[in-house]
């Protein structure tokens, strides 16, 4: 239900928007129970059974599942207990609470953190010298206390003794606090754009559609008994099967679907100059992909797949004219900079999307001297006042860049990278809204390259680096971000006449128990099977290296500003200015923004083939069948992402019980 806007040159009262479906005591304790268990289930899966990448998509495969399975509970309670049968509105509150925590367990969050934390004394050598030159410069409150990594590497104990738990305590606490602020903020944030972004730009948000589809009256009847659901369902049923046999028994045929199957690979066809230019190039055939795709706007589908092909064009044009050439000094070898036009993109998407609610922005400040204006823009609030949400963004940022100062940047880093940073998640989250994402990265050049690149390290001082580098696990893997989680949930609210406050309280809720839950799922995990051993997935042990690495590279090897990266970025915000005018101007521009922003990503190398196939299976209804045909075949293609969720997520479970690799849904 939309609010009514205030009446202003009237003067009367603004209308009031009606309550909403409250939060209920049973959906919030369903909620907050189920967090724990889907962050071990995500840890174990992902780590130990290295099976499917529960949290790390847009839509997340764990809460789908979960998902599923109320709905079949609902069902039979629809059925025989009707009085205990959950609403829609019940399913989303508990939907959204897992959304919104069960990737704070996954990459780029506590699986990036809890290796990085403790890697300082695993890794330390006299070679890299890291507890001379690096431990010195670290607070010791950020770090576990040595004697208790022991067992977080070697495994086979418990994390659950109070000397484990003492030692561990006061990083804990620490992260613990930064993590709820740097959410907090971005809750903010997207109290301020919600109403820009969905009611006056009417946005898509594709990563809703399924949820809402198959909740609708607490079990979608209508939906659970089209055939066309269940054509869509068989596909990666049959597909996902046959290839998760043939991972345990290989001489079980299948049918490849997914890039990393050499059959798939395009690259050896392009292996002369200038067209081994192209880097590589391989074909994906995943349902859910293509089924997301089916929800995007035309023009966004067709840019997603457009521009990944035109980037790697570019790099053809650059082997062409030699600048990839043997010897080629470093500015020229870059050439194109496709990774610094996507940084640059990123950054022009978000300052277009601040543009557009300036005026928001505005009545929010001037509500706060202002009761008439405080009480007009009531009647609009999502959930709490706008102007305590911008008053608490402004605190939450003023916080995060205290953090900063206290362990020991200059007073400047962090101004500049916690702006940098929200303006990368910003454009992350107006990329999910316009364009679904099935899968998602930030640019090439994370914010902290950003910085070396701008002001290069030498103007930083050794504690400055170290201190700043302290922050490097948070922005090197976007694909958990969670302001999207959070703008989704609410919009999932509004189209389900949820009660606004309550959805904000379900959100904190969420982030709190979230971030608590999933320091106890990794610690339990890495306890038992221990983070360095051969039983754990070494790539996520490795990553925490990494920020160590930086570190220590920043002190051995000072850098001033590259010029050239900074004009790859430069160009970067002026194609997105020139793209974003071209649509301004001509109904017919076929290219969107959103597609050149992450043409400079990991996103579309896996995915680019799959979007063109939704894209042109689209394009083809609507042109020859119209909307009716549009929405005639929406639960077909609802069909292809629940079957291959619901598929890859009981193949997951059996790993996780059986204690056995299994076969990867996605993303390979």
């Given at each position: 239900m939309n609010p009514a806007a205030p009446n202003d040159s009237s003067g009367k009262a603004p209308i009031r928007r009606a309550a909403g479906a409250p939060l209920t005591l049973r959906a919030l304790l369903i909620g907050i129970m189920l967090i724990p268990l889907m962050c071990l289930w995500v840890e174990y899966t992902e780590i130990v059974a290295q099976g499917t990448d529960l949290a790390a998509m847009s839509l997340i495969i764990a809460v789908v599942f979960a998902l599923f399975c109320l709905l079949?509970?609902?069902?039979?309670?629809?059925?025989?207990?009707?009085?205990?049968?959950?609403?829609?509105?019940?399913?989303?509150?508990?939907?959204?609470?897992?959304?919104?925590?069960?990737?704070?367990?996954?990459?780029?969050?506590?699986?990036?953190?809890?290796?990085?934390?403790?890697?300082?004394?695993?890794?330390?050598?006299?070679?890299?010298?890291?507890?001379?030159?690096l431990l010195p410069l670290v607070k010791p409150w950020l770090l576990p206390e040595r004697s208790v990594t022991k067992g977080f590497f070697d495994g086979n104990t418990t994390f659950w003794t109070a000397k484990n738990i003492a030692g561990w305590m006061a990083p804990i606490i620490t992260w613990s606090m930064f993590i709820c602020v740097l959410l907090g903020v971005m809750v903010c944030l997207n109290v301020l754009i919600r109403h820009r972004w969905a009611?006056?730009?009417?946005?898509?948000?594709?990563?809703?559609?399924?949820?809402?589809?198959?909740?609708?009256?607490?079990?979608?009847?209508?939906?659970?008994?089209?055939?066309?659901?269940?054509?869509?369902?068989?596909?990666?049923?049959?597909?996902?099967?046959?290839?998760?046999?043939?991972?345990?028994?290989?001489?079980?045929?299948?049918?490849?679907?997914?890039?990393?199957?050499?059959?798939?690979?395009?690259?050896?066809?392009?292996?002369?100059?200038?067209?081994?230019?192209?880097?590589?190039?391989?074909?994906?055939?995943?349902?859910?992909?293509?089924?997301?795709?089916?929800?995007?706007?035309?023009?966004?589908?067709?840019?997603?797949?457009?521009?990944?092909?035109?980037?790697?064009?570019?790099?053809?044009?650059?082997?062409?004219?030699?600048?990839?050439?043997?010897?080629?000094?470093?500015?020229q070898a870059e050439m194109p900079y496709v990774g610094q036009?996507?940084?640059?993109?990123?950054?022009?998407?978000?300052?277009?999307?601040?543009?557009?609610?300036?005026?928001?922005?505005?009545?929010?400040?001037?509500?706060?001297?202002?009761?008439?204006?405080?009480?007009?823009?009531?009647?609009?609030?999502?959930?709490?006042?706008?102007?305590?949400?911008?008053?608490?963004?402004?605190?939450?940022?003023?916080?995060?860049?205290?953090?900063?100062?206290?362990?020991?940047m200059a007073w400047w880093i962090p101004v500049i990278y916690f702006i940098l940073y929200y303006f990368y998640v910003i454009t992350f989250t107006r990329m999910r809204a316009e364009a679904g994402l099935p899968w998602g990265f930030g640019p090439d050049m994370n914010v902290h390259s950003m910085m070396k690149s701008a002001f290069g390290t030498a103007s930083m001082s050794p504690q400055?680096?170290?201190?700043?580098?302290?922050?490097?696990?948070?922005?090197?893997?976007?694909?958990?971000?969670?302001?999207?989680?959070?703008?989704?949930a609410m919009q999932i609210g509004e189209s389900t006449g949820m009660n606004r406050r309550h959805i904000i309280y379900a959100i904190l809720v969420a982030i709190v128990v979230g971030t608590i839950s999933s320091w106890g799922a990794i610690l339990t995990v890495y306890y038992q099977y221990g983070a360095s051993s051969a039983k754990v997935n070494?790539?996520?042990?490795?990553?925490?290296?990494?920020p160590w690495s930086y570190m220590q590279n920043w002190m051995d090897n000072a850098k001033q500003p590259n010029i050239p990266r900074m004009e790859g970025v430069v160009v970067g915000m002026l194609g997105v200015a020139v793209l974003y005018y071209m649509r301004s101007q001509f109904n017919w521009w076929p290219f969107h923004p959103i597609?050149?922003?992450?043409?400079?990503?990991?996103?579309?190398?896996?995915?680019?083939?799959?979007?063109?196939?939704?894209?042109?299976?689209?394009?083809?209804?609507?042109?020859?069948?119209?909307?009716?045909?549009?929405r005639a075949y929406i639960p077909f293609f609802i069909g292809l992402i629940l079957g291959d969720y619901i598929t890859g997520s009981l193949w997951a479970l059996f790993g996780s019980i059986m204690g056995i690799p299994t076969y990867r849904c996605f993303p390979i």
């Open positions: 079949l509970l609902n069902f039979a309670l629809k059925r025989y207990l009707p009085r205990l049968a959950f609403s829609q509105a019940e399913l989303m509150y508990i939907y959204i609470m897992q959304t919104c925590s069960i990737g704070i367990s996954g990459i780029g969050m506590m699986q990036f953190l809890s290796t990085f934390i403790g890697d300082i004394y695993h890794y330390a050598t006299p070679e890299n010298q890291w507890k001379i030159k009611e006056e730009e009417r946005l898509s948000f594709p990563i809703t559609q399924l949820p809402l589809e198959i909740s609708k009256g607490g079990w979608s009847g209508e939906l659970f008994t089209n055939r066309l659901l269940w054509i869509g369902i068989l596909i990666p049923v049959v597909l996902e099967c046959l290839a998760s046999l043939n991972y345990l028994y290989p001489s079980i045929p299948f049918l490849p679907i997914k890039p990393s199957d050499p059959r798939l690979d395009l690259t050896p066809l392009f292996n002369t100059p200038p067209w081994n230019g192209m880097g590589t190039i391989q074909l994906s055939f995943y349902p859910l992909v293509i089924g997301l795709t089916y929800f995007l706007p035309l023009d966004v589908s067709f840019s997603l797949w457009f521009f990944f092909l035109f980037a790697r064009f570019e790099n053809v044009a650059a082997t062409a004219l030699g600048y990839h050439s043997p010897g080629a000094p470093p500015s036009q996507s940084a640059g993109a990123f950054i022009m998407v978000a300052l277009f999307a601040l543009y557009g609610i300036r005026k928001h922005l505005r009545d929010a400040a001037v509500s706060l001297f202002s009761r008439k204006r405080r009480q007009e823009l009531s009647a609009d609030a999502e959930g709490i006042p706008y102007s305590l949400a911008l008053v608490l963004a402004v605190v939450g940022f003023a916080a995060l860049t205290l953090f900063g100062w206290a362990i020991g400055s680096q170290v201190s700043f580098n302290m922050l490097l696990w948070g922005d090197m893997d976007m694909r958990t971000c969670q302001m999207p989680n959070q703008l989704e070494s790539w996520r042990t490795s990553v925490g290296q990494t597609g050149y922003a992450l043409s400079g990503t990991f996103t579309m190398g896996w995915l680019w083939c799959a979007t063109l196939i939704g894209w042109a299976l689209k394009a083809l209804i609507t042109r020859y069948g119209g909307m009716n045909s549009y």
